[in-house]
């Protein structure tokens, strides 16, 4: 609550300071800068990624990136930098390890639980509705 | 009978597990720092009104707690009045760290409300907070004689973090200095 409180405030603080952009050397500077901020978590509102927060820790956090950038790590080295800092929670898409696997492959095991459920459940109706007995003529289907 | 209530039981099941999510969630924003166990990152940062002294990390002797605060963080101001306490009576020594603040903000802050700190280090830019994993204001850092982090606080320190875990911690990391 305190946080969603302090969000509110730095939406109000910093809502301009959002636009100010940083002093990027080209376009591809920019871009990499843009996609990187884009998987790393604001951890001060944590729903919002980097790119999409305005609190002042994201936009120190954005030119950190950008200074790791020019130091010429690589993506993966800059992540594992702000891991090491922060924990993986800083990473928007968690890395798939033991620990995740019922986050990443959960979503898939409940489909097949729904696959299997839904098919035994149509297999159980079949054999009672079985051979269907000839509908009897009712007389309404006059279209001879 | 138990195929007719199963959809009831997933159904409870369910609404327990967001229930406790719901009653969980204010714990679930504080995260674990990675840097416990680990050495406190070395930094060299000017201190707070002695306009000409820098000082670094490593020129501090363990155990001891380092408080990250600002002026504008109003949970500073909730934990003050014990951090004064632990500074005045507290086995170990408190540093400060003045995280992103205007110097004569920060300046006007302690004297309003007293200065429990041997000194307060100054980060206006916050580039070692990142390095020391910093995410907001307050959080306290236990760092021992070897310079290991021994545990983080996130957010004001209450009276019970003091005495169930801080205090302790604080003790047994004296006794290990003297061993």
């Known amino acids: 609550m305190k946080h969603l409180i302090a969000c509110l405030c730095f939406i109000w603080a910093f809502g301009a300071a959002a636009i100010e952009p940083l002093d990027f050397r080209d376009e591809a500077e920019a871009d990499r800068n843009r996609a990187l901020s884009a998987e790393l978590r604001c951890l001060v509102c944590q729903n919002q990624n980097l790119l999409d927060s305005d ?9 950190e990136v950008l200074e790791l950038m020019r130091r010429g790590l690589s993506d993966d080295e800059i992540k594992a930098y702000l891991v090491e800092r922060y924990g993986t929670f800083v990473l ?15 979503p898939a095991l409940f489909v097949a639980a729904g696959l299997w459920l839904v098919g035994r459940a149509i297999r159980r109706r ?9 509908a009897a003529d009712d007389g309404m289907n006059n279209d001879d | 009978m138990i195929r007719r209530l199963l959809p009831v039981l997933v159904f409870i099941a369910l609404a327990a597990l967001l229930v406790a999510g719901l009653f969980n969630a204010p714990y679930k ?9 680990k050495p406190l990152p070395q930094f060299r940062l000017p201190v707070l009104n002695q306009p000409e002294r820098t000082a670094a990390s490593t020129e501090l002797e363990g155990p001891y707690l380092l408080n ?8 500073c101001r909730v934990e003050h009045p014990l ?7 507290g086995p170990v020594p408190v540093y400060g760290f003045n995280y992103k603040d205007e110097p004569a ?59 169930v875990k801080v205090k302790p ?6 006794l290990e200095g003297q061993q």
């Open chain 1, 55 to 63: 609190a002042f820790l994201a936009k120190d956090l954005r030119r």
């Open chain 1, 126 to 134: 079949q054999p009672a509705s079985g051979p269907l007995p000839p």
């Open chain 2, 169 to 174: 911690l604080l003790e047994r990391l004296n």
């Open chain 2, 83 to 89: 951090i004064e306490h632990i500074a005045q009576n």
């Open chain 2, 105 to 163: 903000d920060a300046a006007r802050w302690l004297e309003r409300y007293g200065d429990p700190y041997v000194f307060s280090f100054t980060d206006l830019p916050g580039k070692v907070a990142i390095d020391l994993g910093v995410y907001g204001a307050p959080e306290t850092f236990v760092v021992d004689r070897r310079g290991i982090v021994r545990y983080k606080q996130i957010g004001p320190l209450s009276e019970t973090d003091w005495r």
């Open chain 2, 29 to 37: 924003e504080i995260i674990p720092s990675p840097l416990v166990g």
């Open chain 1, 92 to 106: 928007y898409r968690p890395p798939v390890k033991p620990a995740t696997w019922l986050l990443w492959f959960g």
């Open chain 2, 68 to 75: 990250i605060w600002g002026s504008w963080c109003p949970g």
